[in-house]
């Protein structure tokens, strides 16, 4: 069996799993074990987010927590105005899932471009320093921002809505997490084997060469950083959602590299990377958390085992190699 | 005469003390194939560098076709009409030899910004890239991944690219290197060949096929030119003899 078959078997069967479990819970009534599922759909998306960046575009960026952050203050502070009924910047408050998505991944979009017009000049060492200290000054910014909760976070009384769906209920707030999951993916795979993708991942292997036949590596790797952004904050807006609570945590850099760990486990650049990656991680928090509380250490070994012995993740390791054509 | 297709006016750049290009000037007319020569160390990499754009010069200018193109980037320049190779084969190494092709024929369209259809079921690019593939030879290995190519595959495949960007002039960077004496003994006629479709400065070390192929020869020591010539100019020049030919033999 040729690898890229066993590839797209191992994807299937991924998202397969991810499906089936939390829809056996549902029916055996065990709503942690969906939450967990939820969990793992929304920390994919955000992993899909950076894996444009560094997967493709080989960009590690020490600070995608920024745009999730962003996709989860939107949403809770949507949801809290709506909820007191007072209007934020001259608008009302909503308490609707598809504005405050589109609001999410316009203002993540926006800041990545920022960030990245500042950062994508410099390179290794330096581009992974610029986009922690943006993301940092994120988070002491929301730290010290108390009309929305400083220290302490802001909650989200009731879980924002989609039409359709009653969202309160663990399962259908599942299917929608699971459903941007997959539209997410199938973004990432057009994307990867467009034009574009085939110009970022050029500049990755090659920036010299690439502009030698004439591709401008700024321009395209600006866009790509502006997707990968607009990606994590959405997923951060069903964080939120999902914990129901925002706090300046998930811009602290520990979550930036939470995303980056999730991306190395499950394979750098391959499209169901990050749901393999999130699903380790999540499973390892829950397993091994319940016997130690020194259950990263663990964790910490499993990677060092990965980035030694099997650089392309999970899936590398099943699949092999990935494939261009 | 007609303008020269490519011109270099007086071109200066210097590392702190070292002058690496001292005011060199060089054409290269349509139909043509201008062959620079020098010794190790005598600024051909540096020179190759200037006309692509990855460095700038202190002084002088780069132009195209009566165009300057000297405040232009490397892309830019790319996208102007120069199709450059390189000295160390320097591909996509994970993509086949087609996609690496592909590539470049995107990049000479200039759709970068596509995101939704797919590359490989683009049957205009990849007939188009297939084609340049077919006049170097390499079409029976367009779906080998570039990383697992013979060497000589390889500097099939760099001029491959070159051809993919349909430049008006061609900059080849020592392409006969390490490709054995066959590989350089069927490589000749094809840039012989070629010229026709663009002219080509020609940086190389293989002395026999700059003296087959050349139309004329400048020769760099020390940052400058100290001959320029035809072929029996150039093996009649004293100078050359001394400092380089010399050394060669």
């Known amino acids: 069996m040729d690898n890229t078959r066993k590839e797209w078997l191992l994807n299937a069967l991924l998202a397969g799993a991810l499906f089936a479990v939390p829809l056996w819970a549902w029916l055996a009534n065990e709503p942690f074990i969906i939450t967990l599922a939820t969990r793992i759909a929304i920390l994919a998306i955000a992993a899909v987010g950076l894996n444009i960046a560094l997967g493709l575009g080989g960009m590690v960026s020490f600070g995608h927590a920024l745009y999730l952050g962003i996709g989860g203050y939107v949403a809770g502070i949507a949801a809290h105005h709506a909820f007191n009924g007072t209007p934020v910047l001259g608008l009302p408050g909503t308490n609707q899932m598809l504005p405050i998505w589109a609001i999410a991944m316009l203002l993540s979009g926006t800041l990545a471009g920022i960030v990245g017009a500042l950062s994508l000049r410099t390179s290794g060492i330096f581009f992974i320093m610029i986009t922690l200290a943006f993301a940092q000054m994120g988070f002491f910014f929301t730290l010290s921002w108390p009309a929305y909760g400083g220290e302490d976070g802001l909650p989200i009384f009731l879980r924002n809505q989609f039409p359709g769906l009653n969202t309160a209920r663990p399962w259908e707030f599942f299917l929608l997490a699971y459903g941007v999951l997959m539209l997410t993916l199938a973004a990432f795979a057009l994307i990867r084997a467009a034009r574009f993708g085939a110009a970022l991942m050029a500049i990755r292997h090659n920036p010299d060469r690439a502009a030698a036949i004439g591709i401008s590596p700024f321009g395209i790797k600006l866009v790509g950083f502006i997707l990968s952004g607009m990606i994590t904050g959405l997923a951060g807006a069903l964080m939120a959602d999902l914990t129901r609570f925002v706090s300046p945590a998930m811009m602290a850099w520990t979550m930036s590299g939470e995303l980056i760990v999730i991306i190395i486990l499950g394979g750098v650049g391959r499209l169901f990377g990050p749901v393999a990656g999130a699903a380790i991680l999540v499973g390892f928090e829950v397993f091994f958390g319940g016997l130690t509380e020194h259950w990263k250490l663990w964790l910490g070994l499993v990677l060092l085992a990965v980035v030694l012995f099997a650089r392309g993740g999970l899936i590398g390791l099943i699949a092999g190699r990935g494939q261009h054509g | ?249």
């Open chain 2, 1 to 249: 005469m007609a303008d020269p297709v490519l011109d270099l006016r007086g071109l200066s750049k210097s590392f702190g003390a070292l002058k690496a290009t001292d005011d060199v000037s060089l054409s290269l007319r349509a139909g043509e194939i201008h062959a620079l020569i020098g010794p190790n160390g005598a600024g051909k990499s540096t020179l190759m560098a200037l006309v692509s754009g990855k460095t700038r010069p202190d002084a002088g200018s780069v132009w195209l076709q009566g165009q300057d193109i000297t405040p232009l980037s490397t892309p830019q320049r790319a996208r102007a009409g120069l199709g450059r190779s390189f000295q160390v084969s320097s591909l996509i190494p994970d993509y086949s030899a087609l996609r690496n092709v592909m590539l470049a024929v995107q990049a000479r369209q200039g759709h970068s910004y596509r995101f939704l259809r797919p590359v490989m079921r683009d049957a205009g690019l990849r007939e188009e890239a297939r084609s340049y593939l077919e006049r170097v030879g390499l079409a029976p290995r367009a779906s080998v991944e570039a990383a697992v190519l013979s060497h000589g595959e390889r500097r099939l495949l760099e001029i491959a690219l070159a051809l993919a960007l349909r430049p008006k002039c061609f900059l080849f960077d020592e392409p006969m290197a390490g490709l054995g004496a066959s590989g350089t003994a069927d490589l000749i006629p094809f840039l012989r060949a070629l010229k026709a479709d663009a002219p080509i400065l020609l940086v190389e070390h293989d002395m026999d096929a700059v003296f087959q192929l050349a139309d004329r020869i400048s020769v760099l020591v020390t940052g400058r030119i100290i001959a320029s010539g035809n072929a029996a100019e150039i093996r009649g020049n004293a100078q050359v003899r001394a400092v380089y030919l010399g050394e060669d033999a």
